[in-house]
């Protein structure tokens, strides 16, 4: 089968994520054989690179050979079984690693199998634990502006990206909206440092009103990533973990994208030196592999569920797919490289040589910004860079850069008018310059006229 045959069969039958269906009339839908490492092959044998980590799940290569054998070897042994009232042995292992790798205060582990699933679940446990201790009325949640954190009607209600929000406005429970530490939106000669205490400001005056209402801040740690990589001053975390201990409020990481090194660190709630109530992970969890999530919390939430069967005090939530062996294992093989080889110190060269490779972007016409923080490293793109007006959305600049990535083998996805690199942690440093090369071209051509 070549491109051309599989495409038609394709779109006769498949419904794709996120995508208008009808663009698949010019823009190509890219069938993929094969993936070895930061590469991929279609059935025509072209090759890309997956500069996103295929939407930020991939950490150590496509077809790992540590993470398949694991995953391999767990299915000649037990591929499934039912997670209540039975247990098994990736699950355990996992989770006692988690906990090890996580702040002490975080000492349980309850699994799911994808993150929007994991922020309902932190949801739900947040607004229970508070009923269940006896304090009524604390139903609202507070997020940021730009914040994401999935689909499922739950997590989209927490989310502030229009795009994917507005047309289910009426589906969903609305929270209170507290204006992002984003340091993109900094006054001209202001640090990030100053935004992020000028946002915790914000965040006091809304808590001093909302407080008694209110069971969970949530947030995305460092890096709010499909709002557009908009990035903030860890003082930010800090400042707003002693907030939700002064106001009686949890606070809820969403570590979904951030987690596992994208950052720099292990978790990013480690930069601000904070635990949070709830600690949500999930893509780079299993490497990649397969959906898995999970959610760390404290013994305290524990305990407020923990009685009496009659008290009606349990956390009754459940998927079929709960704590899956399969993706336990790859999870399990995951962790293993991170504990066996230097990763986060390799990163370090590898996220120099991103910003070496772009750092000629800064006087570039059309470019507001180069922003990095880790493996993260985001260009925005704007239509006046003195105003940083942006450019029209109906224009699709991005996509423009998409295009030209495709046309050279180079899998960028931007979004809107944000490119970006989050590339798997194999990649070497002459593909980082071929990527850089790759996008700064498209950049020049999307921009044009
Ligand atoms: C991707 C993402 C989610 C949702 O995870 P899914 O597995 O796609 O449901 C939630 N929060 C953040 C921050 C994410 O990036």
Not at 113 to 125: P, Q, R, T, Y
Not at 233 to 258: K, S
Request: hydrophobic share 45%.
């Amino acid at each position: 089968m070549n491109n051309a045959d599989f495409v038609a069969r394709d779109l006769a039958v498949l419904w794709h994520p996120c995508t208008q269906m009808q663009d698949h009339e010019w823009l190509p839908l890219v069938p993929i054989r094969r993936g070895a490492g930061v590469w991929l092959e279609d059935y025509d044998g072209k090759r890309y690179l997956d500069a996103i980590s295929s939407w930020w799940v991939n950490l150590f290569g496509h077809v790992n050979p540590r993470i398949s054998a694991a995953v391999a070897t767990q299915a000649s042994q037990l591929e499934h079984v039912i997670f209540g009232g039975f247990s098994h042995e990736p699950a355990l292992l996992l989770a006692e690693r988690l906990v090890a790798l996580t702040p002490p205060t975080l000492s349980r582990c309850f699994f799911a199998d994808n993150g929007s699933a994991a922020v309902e679940v932190a949801l739900k446990m947040s607004y229970h634990y508070w009923r269940n201790s006896g304090i009524a009325g604390k139903s609202r949640v507070i997020n940021l502006t730009g914040a994401y954190h999935g689909e499922t009607l739950g997590a989209l209600g927490m989310g502030d990206v229009g795009l994917y929000r507005d047309a289910y406005a009426e589906l969903l429970r609305a929270p209170i909206t507290a204006p992002s530490p984003d340091a993109y939106a900094r006054e001209r000669g202001e640090s990030w440092a100053a935004v992020a205490q000028r946002r915790l400001a914000d965040m006091q005056a809304l808590l001093e009103r909302h407080a008694h209402e209110v069971c969970a801040v949530i947030i995305e740690p460092l890096v709010q990533c499909a709002g557009g990589m908009r990035m903030h001053h860890a003082d930010y975390l800090t400042g707003l973990r002693a907030l939700c201990d002064r106001y009686q409020v949890h606070l809820i990481a969403d570590e979904i994208a951030v987690g596992f090194g994208r950052t720099g660190t292990l978790f990013a709630c480690e930069q601000a030196g904070i635990a949070p109530d709830f600690l949500c992970l999930s893509k780079g969890l299993t490497g990649g592999y397969l959906p898995l999530a999970v959610v760390l919390t404290t013994d305290t939430v524990y305990q407020a569920f923990y009685a009496e069967y009659a008290s009606e005090r349990a956390f009754l939530h459940s998927h079929s797919y709960t704590g899956n062996p399969l993706g336990c294992a790859a999870a399990l093989a995951t962790l293993d490289i991170f504990a066996t080889e230097p990763v986060l110190e390799r990163n370090r060269a590898l996220a120099a040589a991103m910003a070496r490779q772009t750092a000629h972007l800064v006087d570039h016409p059309h470019i507001a910004e180069v922003r990095q923080t880790g493996m993260i490293l985001a260009i925005e793109l704007v239509r006046d860079k003195a105003s940083r007006a942006p450019f029209p959305w109906q224009e699709r600049r991005g996509l423009r850069v998409y295009q030209h990535g495709l046309e050279q083998g180079v899998l960028l996805r931007p979004l809107g008018n944000v490119v970006y690199f989050m590339p798997p942690y194999v990649i070497t440093e002459d593909e980082i310059a071929h990527l850089a090369r790759v996008a700064c071209r498209g950049i020049d051509l999307a921009v044009a006229d």
